[in-house]
């Protein structure tokens, strides 16, 4: 619990230390690149009573029957998610330290600029969310803050993408070297296996709660190659020793560019199939085929329901 030193003689009225503490770190980076310990280390404080670290909210779609008992379940949509921060800003440095860093802090919370909520597990693994401001609850004051050295806020903020995401998950598979059909040295002619089947057991995991749109980079020298999942694939001609292309299957994004961001949608095939998201497990086998000496790596954000 700090206490304000000189020239404030004010006990802060919170324990900023007890709300969590088998957490490891808890961050909150600003949409200028400030990152803002929420734990406590530098003046701001997460404390008792925050949302958003359980499960999102979700619509159910059903049909009933006059003639059957209760309903039939259709789907669902996860709806976006609400969070709510009791914040506790403080500096011991003076009543215009507390101003500058008040102003500060209140800098990184823009309706227009969304910031990112970390939390890191005891085992070091993070998992974070992208939040938005949406309102400061127009707080009363009671006090001078900057007299106090203090003010509790209640901030709340909007996740439109309601699911927390995990450390992406990244693999990266090329053809073997072609080798003799007739085997070295037989005097046969030099006829050798085509490389193309060598990604057949290509294989990505997927720790997360829900399904994944993978992130493809194929890096030539290619003549041909098909990415996807269960035979929905995405396929693409030849490309260039050294030339890249990033197919995005993500339903907000569905975009082919080249290592330099120019667009490259005019040489998908005609049957390009982008809904092929990975569903949860380990391992999930891929639809993956190529003929060329090059690469594909296939990375995905592994998407969570809670914090933790």
Not at 82 to 102: C, I, K, M, R, T
Not at 189 to 204: C, M, Q
Not at 297 to 303: E, K, Q, V
Request: hydrophobic letters at 40%; charged letters at 15%.
């Amino acid at each position: 619990m700090p206490i304000l030193a000189s020239p404030f003689q004010v006990v802060a009225p919170l324990d900023v230390a007890a709300s969590w503490p088998g957490i490891s770190a808890m961050t909150w980076t600003g949409w200028d690149g400030s990152e803002w310990d929420l734990l406590g280390s530098n003046g701001v404080a997460l404390t008792a009573g925050a949302r958003g670290m359980s499960m999102p909210p979700v619509d159910r779609f059903t049909s009933t029957s006059p003639a059957l008992a209760g309903s039939r379940w259709r789907g669902s949509r996860t709806l976006e998610r609400e969070v709510f921060w009791p914040l506790f800003v403080y500096n011991d440095g003076g009543s215009q330290a507390w101003v500058e860093h008040d102003r500060a802090f209140w800098r990184t919370m823009d309706p227009t600029r969304p910031g990112l909520w970390s939390v890191t597990h005891p085992d070091g693994t993070i998992r974070t969310l992208v939040c938005r401001f949406v309102d400061d609850g127009d707080g009363v004051f009671d006090r001078d803050p900057s007299a106090a050295g203090w003010a509790v806020y209640g901030v709340t903020l909007v996740a439109e993408q309601p699911y927390w995401q995990g450390t992406p998950v990244t693999q990266t598979w090329k053809t073997v070297s072609p080798v003799s059909f007739f085997g070295a040295g037989s005097g046969g002619p030099p006829f050798t296996i085509s490389p193309g089947s060598s990604l057949a057991k290509a294989s990505i995991n997927n720790p997360g709660d829900v399904d994944a749109y993978p992130l493809y980079t194929i890096t030539g020298p290619v003549d041909s190659v098909s990415v996807g999942y269960a035979g929905n694939v995405v396929q693409l001609g030849a490309i260039a020793d050294g030339q890249t292309r990033i197919v995005d299957t993500r339903p907000d994004r569905l975009t082919v560019k080249d290592q330099n961001g120019v667009d490259r949608w005019s040489e998908l095939g005609a049957s390009a199939n982008f809904d092929a998201p990975l569903p949860p497990g380990n391992p999930i086998s891929l639809s993956l085929a190529m003929v060329g000496a090059g690469t594909v790596t296939a990375s995905i954000i592994p998407l969570y329901y809670r914090a933790w």
